[in-house]
C-alpha cells in the first residue's frame, strides 16, 4: 500500500461551522470541524443519519456557504462547485433526459467530437455499461444509474470525488459489487475521495481513514487509520478490531 | 426555488402525480388494433340510440345524426367547411402562439425570480378565474369586430393556464439536477439550456395541450360575438339565419372531432421516448 502519509494535503477543512435558522431558533448542525484530507486518500466521513455529514459534504463542494469557518483545495478556498471536483449523488443525480452516453458525455461539451466519443466509450467500458449507451436512466436498475453517475463524474477527470451514501438505495449484493468496483476505479485513476456513509462495515472496507462524527451538532469526535491493505479480509482480526471499536465509539451494541 | 406556490398553481400536477390514469399505461390499454373496437363501438351505440330516440320522439328536440350528416355534405359541397374550419384553427394558432410566446417565458422568469415571482403571483391569481369570455367587450373595445379581438380573447384564455404550468414545472425541477449542472461548470445560460428547459419539458407538454384545449375552447364564443367566419359563427348564423339546427349540430360535432384530433396530437409529442422518465413514474418525479 502506497504511504499517503507524505502525500500533500490535497483538502483542508478550518474551523467548519453550520447553523441554520428554523422559525424563531437556530440549529447548529456543524461544529469546530477541522480536518486535512491528502491527496490520494480515500476519507470516509461516518455519523448516524441526520448528524450533518451530508451537510458538510455540500459545504466541501461549494453547494452550500458555512456560517464560519473555511474550506480550501489546493490552498485555495472553495466558494462554488467546481468540474475539478465532482459530487456523485445517490443516483438521483442522473439526468433522466439524456442517455448512458448524453449523461457520461455531459461535462465533455468542450471536448472535440471524435475526442468526446472516445471518453464517452472508454467510462462505458470502464462501469460495464456496454450495449446501453442509448438507454435512458429509467431504463436501468438502481445500481447501472449509480455506475452511470460515477462514470459521468470519472470522465471530466476530477482530482476529487465527493460521493453522498452513494450505494444508499441499493440492494445489499449490488452494494457489495459497486464498493469493490469503486475501489478498482479508485485505485486506477488516483482521486481523493470523501464518501459521507451511515455504514460502519462500509467505512472500514472502503477507507483508508474513518472520520466519526457526533450526533447534532457535529463535532469531529475520532479519526480511525484503516491500516489494511486492498482487498481487505473481512473475517481477519484486524478487521472485526477495527469495525468494533468504531462501533463502540458509536455506541452501539452489535449484537441482535 | 424550493418554495411551493399556492395549490391552485399545481393544478396540473394532479395529471402527473397519477401517470397511469392520466396517460394511460400502455401494460392495461395497449397501443393495438384491438384497442379500437370498444370506444368504436361506443360511438356506434350512441348514434344509434339517437337515431332511434329521434325518430320515436314525437317534437324532435334536435336532429338526427343523419341529417347531421347530411348537413355536413352540404357544408363540404359549398365550400363552407373548408372556411369555416380554416378561419377557426387560423384563429387559434395566432393566439395560441402568441400565449405560448408570452406565458411560458413569464412563468419561467415568475418561478426563477423570486422577488418578482411574489409580486406577480397574486395578479396572476386573480385573472384566472375571470373567464375569457369576460374580454369579449374590452377586446371589441381595443380591437374592434374582427380577427384580432378573437385571437386577443384566444391569447388571455390560454396565456393564464401556460403561465402557471410553466411556474410549476420550474418548481419541481429537482435541486438535485441544478446541482449536478453547477458542479460542471455550467453558465447559467448553460443551465438554462442544458437543465432547465429539458427538465421542465415534460410538464410544460402538458400544460401546452391544455391550454390549446383551453383555445379552442374559447375560439367558439369569440367567433359567435366578434366576427362572421368560423365554427362559432357557423353555429350562431345557422340559428339566426333560418333556425337551420342541423347546420348547428354538425358545427358542434365539428369543434368536437377537431378538438380530439388537436389532442391527439399533443399526446403524441408527450410519448416521445426521451419524455417517457416524467411519465414513468420513478426517475427523477418529485
Redesign the interface.
Known amino acids: 500500500m502506497p504511504d499517503r502519509s507524505v502525500a500533500p494535503v490535497k483538502l483542508a477543512i478550518r474551523g467548519l461551522r453550520m447553523a441554520f435558522r428554523a422559525g424563531e431558533g437556530v440549529v447548529r448542525v456543524l461544529e469546530d470541524i477541522d480536518l486535512d484530507v491528502r491527496s490520494g486518500e480515500f476519507v470516509c466521513i461516518l455519523g448516524p443519519s441526520g448528524c450533518g455529514k451530508s451537510t458538510l459534504l455540500n459545504i466541501v ?1 461549494g ?1 452550500l456557504a458555512p456560517t464560519a469557518g473555511k474550506v480550501s483545495i489546493d490552498g485555495e478556498e472553495v466558494r ?4 475539478r ?3 456523485v ?1 445517490q443516483e ?2 442522473v ?4 442517455t448512458v452516453e448524453g449523461n457520461i458525455g ?2 465533455l461539451d468542450r471536448l472535440p467530437r471524435e475526442a468526446r466519443r472516445e471518453r464517452i466509450a472508454h467510462y462505458i467500458a470502464l462501469v460495464g455499461l456496454e450495449g446501453f449507451e442509448k438507454a ?3 431504463e436501468l436498475s438502481g445500481g447501472m444509474k449509480q455506475r452511470v453517475e460515477v462514470a459521468r463524474a470519472l470522465a ?1 477527470d476530477p482530482d476529487v470525488l465527493y460521493l453522498d451514501e452513494p450505494f444508499g438505495a441499493l440492494d445489499s449484493i449490488t452494494r457489495l459489487v459497486m464498493r469493490g468496483e469503486l475501489l478498482r476505479l479508485w485505485q486506477a485513476e488516483k482521486k481523493t475521495v470523501l464518501f459521507v456513509t451511515h455504514d460502519i462495515e462500509e467505512s472500514v472496507q472502503l477507507a483508508d481513514r474513518v472520520v466519526v462524527l457526533g450526533a447534532r451538532p457535529a463535532r469531529v469526535r475520532r479519526i480511525v487509520e484503516i491500516d489494511l491493505p486492498h482487498p481487505r479480509d473481512l473475517s481477519s482480526r484486524r478487521y472485526l478490531e477495527l469495525r468494533d471499536g468504531i462501533f463502540e465509539e458509536i455506541g452501539l451494541a452489535h449484537r441482535i | 426555488m424550493k418554495a411551493r406556490a399556492g395549490a391552485a398553481l399545481d393544478a396540473g400536477d394532479a395529471l402527473l402525480n397519477c401517470p397511469r390514469l392520466a396517460f394511460g399505461s400502455r401494460k392495461s390499454f395497449p397501443i393495438s388494433a384491438g384497442a379500437w373496437i370498444v370506444p368504436v363501438t361506443g360511438v356506434v351505440l350512441f348514434l344509434l340510440f339517437w337515431d332511434v330516440a329521434i325518430r320515436a320522439g314525437k317534437a324532435p328536440l334536435l336532429p338526427g345524426p343523419l341529417a347531421v350528416v347530411r348537413a355536413i355534405g352540404e357544408l363540404l359541397r359549398k365550400g363552407f367547411l373548408f372556411k369555416h374550419v380554416v378561419a377557426s384553427l387560423f384563429r387559434v394558432t395566432w393566439g395560441y402562439l402568441l400565449a405560448v410566446v408570452v406565458g411560458v417565458p413569464l412563468g419561467i422568469l415568475l418561478a426563477i425570480h423570486r422577488r418578482l415571482g411574489l409580486a406577480l403571483a397574486p395578479l396572476v391569481e386573480i385573472l384566472r378565474p375571470i373567464s375569457a369570455l369576460a374580454w369579449i367587450p374590452l377586446a371589441i373595445l381595443w380591437f374592434g369586430v374582427g380577427d384580432a379581438a378573437a385571437v386577443f380573447i384566444i391569447f388571455v384564455a390560454s396565456s393564464l393556464p401556460l403561465t402557471v404550468a410553466a411556474m410549476s414545472a420550474v418548481r419541481h425541477v ?1 435541486e ?2 441544478w ?2 449542472g ?4 455550467l453558465t447559467r445560460r448553460q443551465a438554462a439550456l ?2 432547465l428547459l ?2 421542465i ?1 415534460p410538464r410544460l407538454l402538458v400544460g401546452l395541450r391544455l391550454a390549446l384545449g383551453v383555445a379552442w375552447l374559447v375560439v367558439v364564443a369569440g367567433e359567435m360575438i366578434a366576427v362572421n367566419s368560423g365554427l362559432g359563427f357557423l353555429i350562431i348564423d345557422a340559428r339566426n339565419a333560418g333556425n337551420r339546427y342541423d347546420l348547428v349540430v354538425a358545427g358542434m360535432v365539428l369543434i368536437g372531432t377537431i378538438g380530439l384530433a388537436l389532442d391527439v396530437i399533443m399526446r403524441r409529442l408527450e410519448r416521445l ?6 411519465y ?1 413514474g ?3 418525479a418529485p
Open positions: 463542494a453547494f462554488r462547485p467546481d468540474p471536483r465532482i459530487f449523488f438521483r443525480g439526468f433522466p433526459w439524456l455531459f461535462g435512458y436512466p429509467h471530466v | 429537482s438535485t439536477h446541482n449536478a453547477r458542479n460542471f461548470g442544458r437543465v429539458p427538465a419539458l421516448r426521451a419524455l417517457q422518465w416524467a414513468a420513478s426517475e427523477g
